[in-house]
């Protein structure tokens, strides 16, 4: 079992700055990796960012590119994303979920535990 807690979320201004967090526990692998998701009202889950937990690359979806950047810290086991220039349609809940394996990192399937998500809501 893996076991996901996202803390960092809130409230705040168009163009402000948040750092998200993923603390894992239980087993997990190196040679795998961690994904951010989010979700906003009314729409489906989308692809933020993975990080590897070997080498820390990462790779971003549309909604985290340029302004979004992830991070782990195998030490903490906690995995990180720092987003800035927040806009309103940044508002989501926001999931961190552990990689099953394989090279997937888009979709949801290729994730086999998933954190009960935070809440970003960004006012203009």
């Known amino acids: 079992q893996v076991q996901l807690v996202e803390s960092g979320g809130g409230s705040v201004q168009a163009g402000g700055s948040l750092r998200l967090s993923c603390t894992t526990s239980g087993r997990t692998f190196n040679n795998y990796g961690m994904g951010w998701f989010r979700q906003a009202p009314g729409k489906e889950r989308e692809f933020v960012a993975f990080v590897s937990w070997s080498d820390g690359s990462a790779y971003y979806g549309d909604a985290g590119k340029g302004r979004f950047t992830v991070g782990r810290d195998q030490a903490k086991n906690t995995v990180y994303l720092h987003m800035n220039r927040l806009k309103p349609e940044d508002t989501a809940i926001y999931f961190c979920?552990?990689?099953?394996?394989?090279?997937?990192?888009?979709?949801?399937?290729?994730?086999?535990?998933w954190g009960q998500g935070t809440q970003v809501t960004v006012s203009s």
């Open positions: 979920a552990h990689q099953a394996g394989g090279s997937t990192v888009v979709g949801e399937a290729a994730y086999d535990y």
